[in-house]
């Protein structure tokens, strides 16, 4: 047990919140007011905005396909390491002590799965002798060290995951997560500018909206979250004012039934056009896919008139897509297919909301809403508190809005 009265927290500053010296100075200066009034901070980062997106594009331009995953996370992981240290810098020029943190340094231990590792284990004791030391401990999101020694990353947004297991390996009293808005909204907030934002949202159903996109918080950081029951908020880092709680059911008073619309446009579509329709076939597809380590979300199986040949179409994220197609060209005997089409200008959009265990018509109401606006629906799936469809992406902000004022979500 430590022996502490004093108040430990965990920020998180994501890329928009450090993306030039000036956010970093007001960076800086917001943590020194908490370590002022007495709290024990530990400061998770992210790489400048755009710094990933770079990075990944680098490694893309010298292979798109077949590159190894673990000299792309030496890579992409260097944008952390950039910031971590110029925040601390930052706040040594305030006179705040602190030192910065790669993961490893963090003792933030993964598994191998380069490019989407999983936190195994954190050893607290660097960051809690920072922290007893009486300085700020900085800490390099989106990356840990893997059982062979070598550096990992987390999967994009990772930072926020990052954070969340800080917070748990240390008991901090909450993890509170700085970034370009102020809250967790209906739904995007820069797409509908009705959406409104929620004060309080469950762990369940930020879960949901995070997995189908709703990239304000990353969804292994809520599961985390609800796990180890760390008490999250969302809030602005350019602007005091509070921002959204994530809290376990029984402390929300009322409840929608829709709490959100979400939209990924980080999906793919795949169709594999007349492969037998007989056992196994689907196995032979999503077998090797598998094997890659590639994720399949959504899935539409169609059969032919004849009932002879089927159609198989789904959905991977676009950053998989020509990894899929090289997998499903080399299986190509075993699967026995005509051909196949790829598509990358479409979007996912899913509306959420654990009202809909107890309420009919959730889905039809989607489907009502969207055929009114002529937008064609590619392919659906559900779950117990989510329906998502695959849309062409240029209908995007069309959907998002007809969809949020359908289902009464537009604020007043
Ligand atoms: P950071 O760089 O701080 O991690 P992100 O870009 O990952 O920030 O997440 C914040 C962004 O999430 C916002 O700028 C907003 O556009 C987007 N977003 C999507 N859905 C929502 C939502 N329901 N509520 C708030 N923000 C959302
Ligand atoms: N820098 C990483 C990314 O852009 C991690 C993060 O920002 O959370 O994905
Ligand atoms: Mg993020």
């Not at 879960?207 to 760390?230: D, F, N, P």
Request: glycine share 8%; with cysteine; hydrophobic share 45%.
């Amino acid at each position: 047990m430590r022996a502490s009265s004093v108040t430990l927290v965990v920020q998180k500053y994501g890329g928009t919140s450090v993306a030039d010296l000036d956010r970093i100075r007001n960076v800086a200066a917001r943590i020194k007011r908490h370590v002022t009034a007495g709290e024990k901070v530990a400061v998770v980062v992210s790489a400048m905005a755009g710094t990933t997106n770079q990075l990944v594009g680098w490694v893309h331009g010298l292979d798109a396909a077949g590159y190894d995953t673990a000299e792309y996370d030496q890579v992409v992981a260097s944008g952390e390491q950039v910031t971590i240290g110029l925040l601390a810098i930052a706040l040594q020029t305030i006179g705040v002590p602190a030192r910065s943190f790669l993961g490893w340094q963090a003792g933030i231990r993964t598994d191998a799965a380069y490019s989407k590792a999983r936190i195994v284990e954190i050893d607290p004791r660097p960051v809690l002798e920072c922290l007893d030391s009486g300085k700020v401990a900085v800490v390099a999101g989106f990356q840990g060290i893997g059982p062979e020694g070598r550096v990992t990353t987390l999967g994009r947004g990772g930072s926020d995951t990052s954070a969340v297991a800080l917070a748990a390996a240390i008991k901090a009293e909450r993890c509170d997560i700085f970034t370009d808005v102020d809250g967790v909204y209906t739904t995007d907030p820069r797409i509908v500018a009705r959406a409104r934002k929620l004060e309080r949202i469950t762990y369940e159903e930020m879960l949901e909206m995070a997995s189908v996109g709703a990239k304000v918080l990353e969804t292994r950081s809520v599961a985390l979250a609800m796990r180890h029951h760390v008490r999250v908020q969302v809030l602005s880092s350019f602007e005091d004012k509070p921002g959204t709680l994530v809290v376990d059911e029984d402390e929300v008073v009322e409840s929608q039934i829709v709490s959100g619309i979400a939209y990924s446009r980080n999906e793919a579509r795949i169709t594999v056009l007349r492969v037998k329709d007989r056992p196994g076939v689907a196995a032979a597809i999503f077998g090797p896919l598998a094997e890659a380590n590639i994720n399949v979300d959504m899935i539409v199986q169609s059969v032919s008139r004849d009932g002879v040949y089927a159609n198989q179409t789904f959905t991977v994220s676009k950053a998989d897509l020509p990894r899929a197609l090289a997998v499903l060209e080399k299986a190509k005997d075993e699967i026995g297919y005509e051909s196949i089409l790829a598509d990358s200008d479409v979007v996912k959009i899913s509306v959420i909301g654990v009202g809909m265990r107890s309420h009919a018509g959730i889905a039809h109401k989607m489907f009502a809403t969207l055929a009114a606006k002529g937008i064609n629906i590619q392919a659906i799936s559900t779950s117990e508190i989510k329906v998502s469809v695959l849309i062409a992406e240029e209908y995007t902000e069309l959907a998002l809005r007809a969809l949020h004022t359908a289902y009464g979500l537009d604020k007043d």
